[in-house]
């Protein structure tokens, strides 16, 4: 594919990050683009702004709706083809996504579903509901996003990630098990995995939205204090992260500083991410890794596996691990 002019795009997850980057990239380049979100005022931004700049005869459209439900990804599929006037897609960007539920022995299991089910899920009903309009297009791709925690099942040292984790593996696998069966069954359609690294979006704040919380500023102490219990208070003390007793103020104002710190200070833009995938794409690769550290962390993890999660080791390994300059 070596142009995306004229083409026509699914993108879940647009109402911000990386999502909202993809919609605004590929109108600009002549792309029409349906966008979805579970945020009607985000996704309707992001739909008006790469409308707004996008060349004369591109089309952006923003739905409303929760790729974690089926039913609802089918209505997002009939409604989009109806709005673009269109009997198939060219291109489908699975990019929706949210983190919670870190610890599968102490969190509910209510938050660890619901964060599988956008991660994977939410993956795999798009795949179903738009291969068909895939395969029509005759040249179709679809583009899934996992993450380094694809590769590498955790946050470091205290920190688990397990329903992120388990479903970004799983989009992994789905999608390298999709390399063989479609060049048999549906050649007209390719297939792209992306492995991200730290990139500055917002969806820690999006995160909380998703589990029906307001935004760190506006948390009652009740929910701050659910979010960080004592033993976390402690280990964050421990870690020189926090004065010693803490008020619930205080742990709100770490919130906000830690959501803003990891959209504000990430090493990769959320710009920079989404022009990263689609050169992949355009380019043709399968395997689209995002960032020195997702790189780094790959190729040090694949020469080791055994020690992916001895952190000592790996961590002295991955100083002495060269990046990618192609960031693929």
Same mark, same amino acid.
């Given at each position: 594919?070596?142009? =995306?002019? +004229?083409?026509?795009? !699914? !993108? ?47 089309? /952006?459209?923003?739905?409303? =709706? ?6 609802? !990804?089918?209505? =997002? ?5 109806? +709005?673009?006037?269109?009997?198939? /897609? ?13 610890? =599968? ?87 792209? /995995? /992306? ?15 998703? $589990? ?7 948390? &009652? ?27 619930? @103020? @205080?742990? $709100? ?15 990769? &833009? ?16 399968? $395997?689209?890794? !995002? ?28 100083? +002495?691990?060269?990046?990618?300059? &192609?960031?693929?």
């Amino acid at each position: 594919m070596d142009s =995306f002019g +004229g083409k026509l795009a !699914v !993108v879940t997850g647009g109402g911000s990050g990386m999502g909202r980057e993809l919609v605004r990239q590929l109108a600009d380049q002549g792309c029409s683009v349906a966008t979805c979100d579970i945020n009607e005022e985000t996704v309707a931004e992001t739909a008006a702004m790469a409308q707004a700049a996008a060349p004369p005869g591109v089309r /952006v459209t923003g739905h409303v =709706f929760d790729v974690s439900d089926e039913a609802q !990804v089918l209505r =997002f599929r009939d409604q989009l083809l109806e +709005g673009h006037a269109a009997g198939h /897609v060219d291109l489908v960007f699975n990019n929706a996504g949210i983190g919670a539920a870190g610890s =599968f022995v102490k969190d509910s299991r209510e938050d660890w579903e619901r964060t599988f089910a956008i991660d994977f899920w939410g993956v795999y009903y798009c795949a179903r509901a738009f291969l068909p309009l895939l395969i029509a297009s005759g040249d179709g791709v679809l583009v899934n996003t996992s993450s380094v925690n694809g590769f590498w099942a955790t946050l470091g040292p205290g920190l688990p990630n397990t329903a992120y984790s388990t479903a970004k593996f799983a989009v992994k696998g789905f999608s390298e098990a999709l390399i063989e069966d479609l060049r048999n069954n549906a050649p007209q359609v390719r297939v792209a /995995v /992306v492995m991200p690294g730290h990139v500055g979006t917002n969806i820690m704040r999006n995160s909380f939205r998703a $589990r029906g919380l307001p935004e760190p500023e506006q948390m &009652s102490d009740a929910q701050v204090e659910e979010l960080i219990p004592a033993e976390a208070v402690a280990r964050l003390t421990q870690a020189g992260l926090l004065a010693a007793g803490p008020s619930t @103020d @205080d742990l $709100r104002q770490m919130l906000v500083r830690i959501c803003n710190d990891f959209r504000d200070k990430a090493p990769v &833009s959320a710009a920079q991410a989404a022009t990263i995938i689609l050169d992949g794409v355009r380019s043709g690769a399968w $395997r689209i890794l !995002v960032g020195k550290d997702a790189n780094m962390i790959d190729a040090a993890v694949r020469a080791k596996p055994e020690a992916a999660y001895d952190y000592a080791e790996l961590f002295g390994r991955l100083a +002495g691990t060269p990046a990618s300059p &192609s960031g693929q």
